[in-house]
């Protein structure tokens, strides 16, 4: 930790270097000016070449207009728990890209005190897109040598999930949209990213079940607004549930799981049952 322009910084160990010269000027310099354009946006991606020729994938939280804020207010602290959560992943070797550092910056606002401002560096993984856009597009690993291979896919996801709850952790935002994938064969070749809201902290092995079912219903619902079926679903928590069995049964169970996602009282919940309601089970 150490201040810089005001920022409060976290680096990870093997990033230290970073924060001497001029390496993070353009992250600053790009900061400064989003302070002050206060808006309806709250994140602003980008991706950006530092001047060592690093290449990182910078996520800014810009001020909100002050309605926004309200809304908002019990999220003040969101960059701040992104950077726990990906030390944390780390530190259980889930896979998850890799983190680079996060500034803080408390800014004084006329109307509502202060606002924390800043940014969370990942290093960019490039030629990684997200599992939704590859599934929009009909890319490897949903189709490989021609075959359809989203159950390979799904099963993939299903015991990444079970490996963070393993560990007491909960993603909070578990959706295609958040795993990416590369291709060739680095391992992992999936890895997870957008750690911020998980607005649990560090769960027990007791007392769980509440956030964990709320990973499972955000998977359910991608699941199902991605045009997959729910089938697909029930594939994707049969793999969760047997995760590490030696002789899986993958259906067994994942009936039961469904339906206790869903009976949520949770608009999540209603839309995927709307969107499954159709299909034969
Ligand atoms: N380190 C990274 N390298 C490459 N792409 C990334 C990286 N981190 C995130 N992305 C891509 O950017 C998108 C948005 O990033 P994310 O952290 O999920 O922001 P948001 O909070 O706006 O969802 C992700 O869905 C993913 O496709
Ligand atoms: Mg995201």
Not at 22 to 47: V, Y
Not at 136 to 164: C, I, N
Request: charged fraction near 25%; glycine fraction near 8%; charge should be positive.
């Amino acid at each position: 930790m150490t201040d810089r322009h005001g920022f409060r910084l976290t680096v990870a160990q093997d990033y230290a270097h970073l924060i001497e010269g001029t390496f993070l000027d353009p992250l600053f310099a790009r900061a400064a000016r989003l302070s002050t354009t206060a808006g309806r946006m709250g994140k602003l991606i980008r991706q950006v070449r530092l001047p060592g020729g690093l290449r990182v994938h910078a996520k800014y939280w810009i001020p909100r207009r002050a309605s926004h804020r309200i809304k908002t207010l019990w999220r003040r602290d969101r960059i701040a728990w992104e950077t726990k959560q990906y030390i944390r992943f780390e530190e259980a070797s889930l896979p998850v890209v890799k983190f680079v550092l996060s500034a803080v910056r408390r800014l004084p606002l006329p109307r509502l005190g202060v606002y924390l401002t800043g940014f969370i560096v990942t290093r960019s993984m490039e030629g990684a897109p997200n599992l939704l856009q590859l599934l929009r597009e009909r890319r490897a690993p949903w189709v490989a040598g021609g075959r359809d291979r989203t159950g390979h896919v799904l099963q993939a996801v299903g015991q990444m999930l079970a490996s963070v709850h393993q560990r007491g952790l909960v993603h909070g935002d578990f959706a295609l949209k958040n795993i990416l994938y590369t291709p060739g064969h680095r391992d992992p070749r999936y890895r997870m990213v957008d750690l911020a809201s998980g607005t649990q902290a560090l769960v027990s092995q007791n007392g769980t079940r509440h956030h964990q079912y709320r990973d499972l219903l955000k998977m359910a619902l991608s699941i199902a607004r991605s045009g997959l079926t729910q089938s697909h679903a029930l594939q994707f928590l049969g793999s969760y549930l047997h995760a590490g069995d030696s002789s899986p049964e993958p259906a067994r169970g994942a009936h039961d799981l469904l339906e206790l996602c869903l009976s949520a009282r949770d608009h999540r919940a209603r839309e995927v049952a709307r969107r499954f309601g159709g299909q034969a089970h």
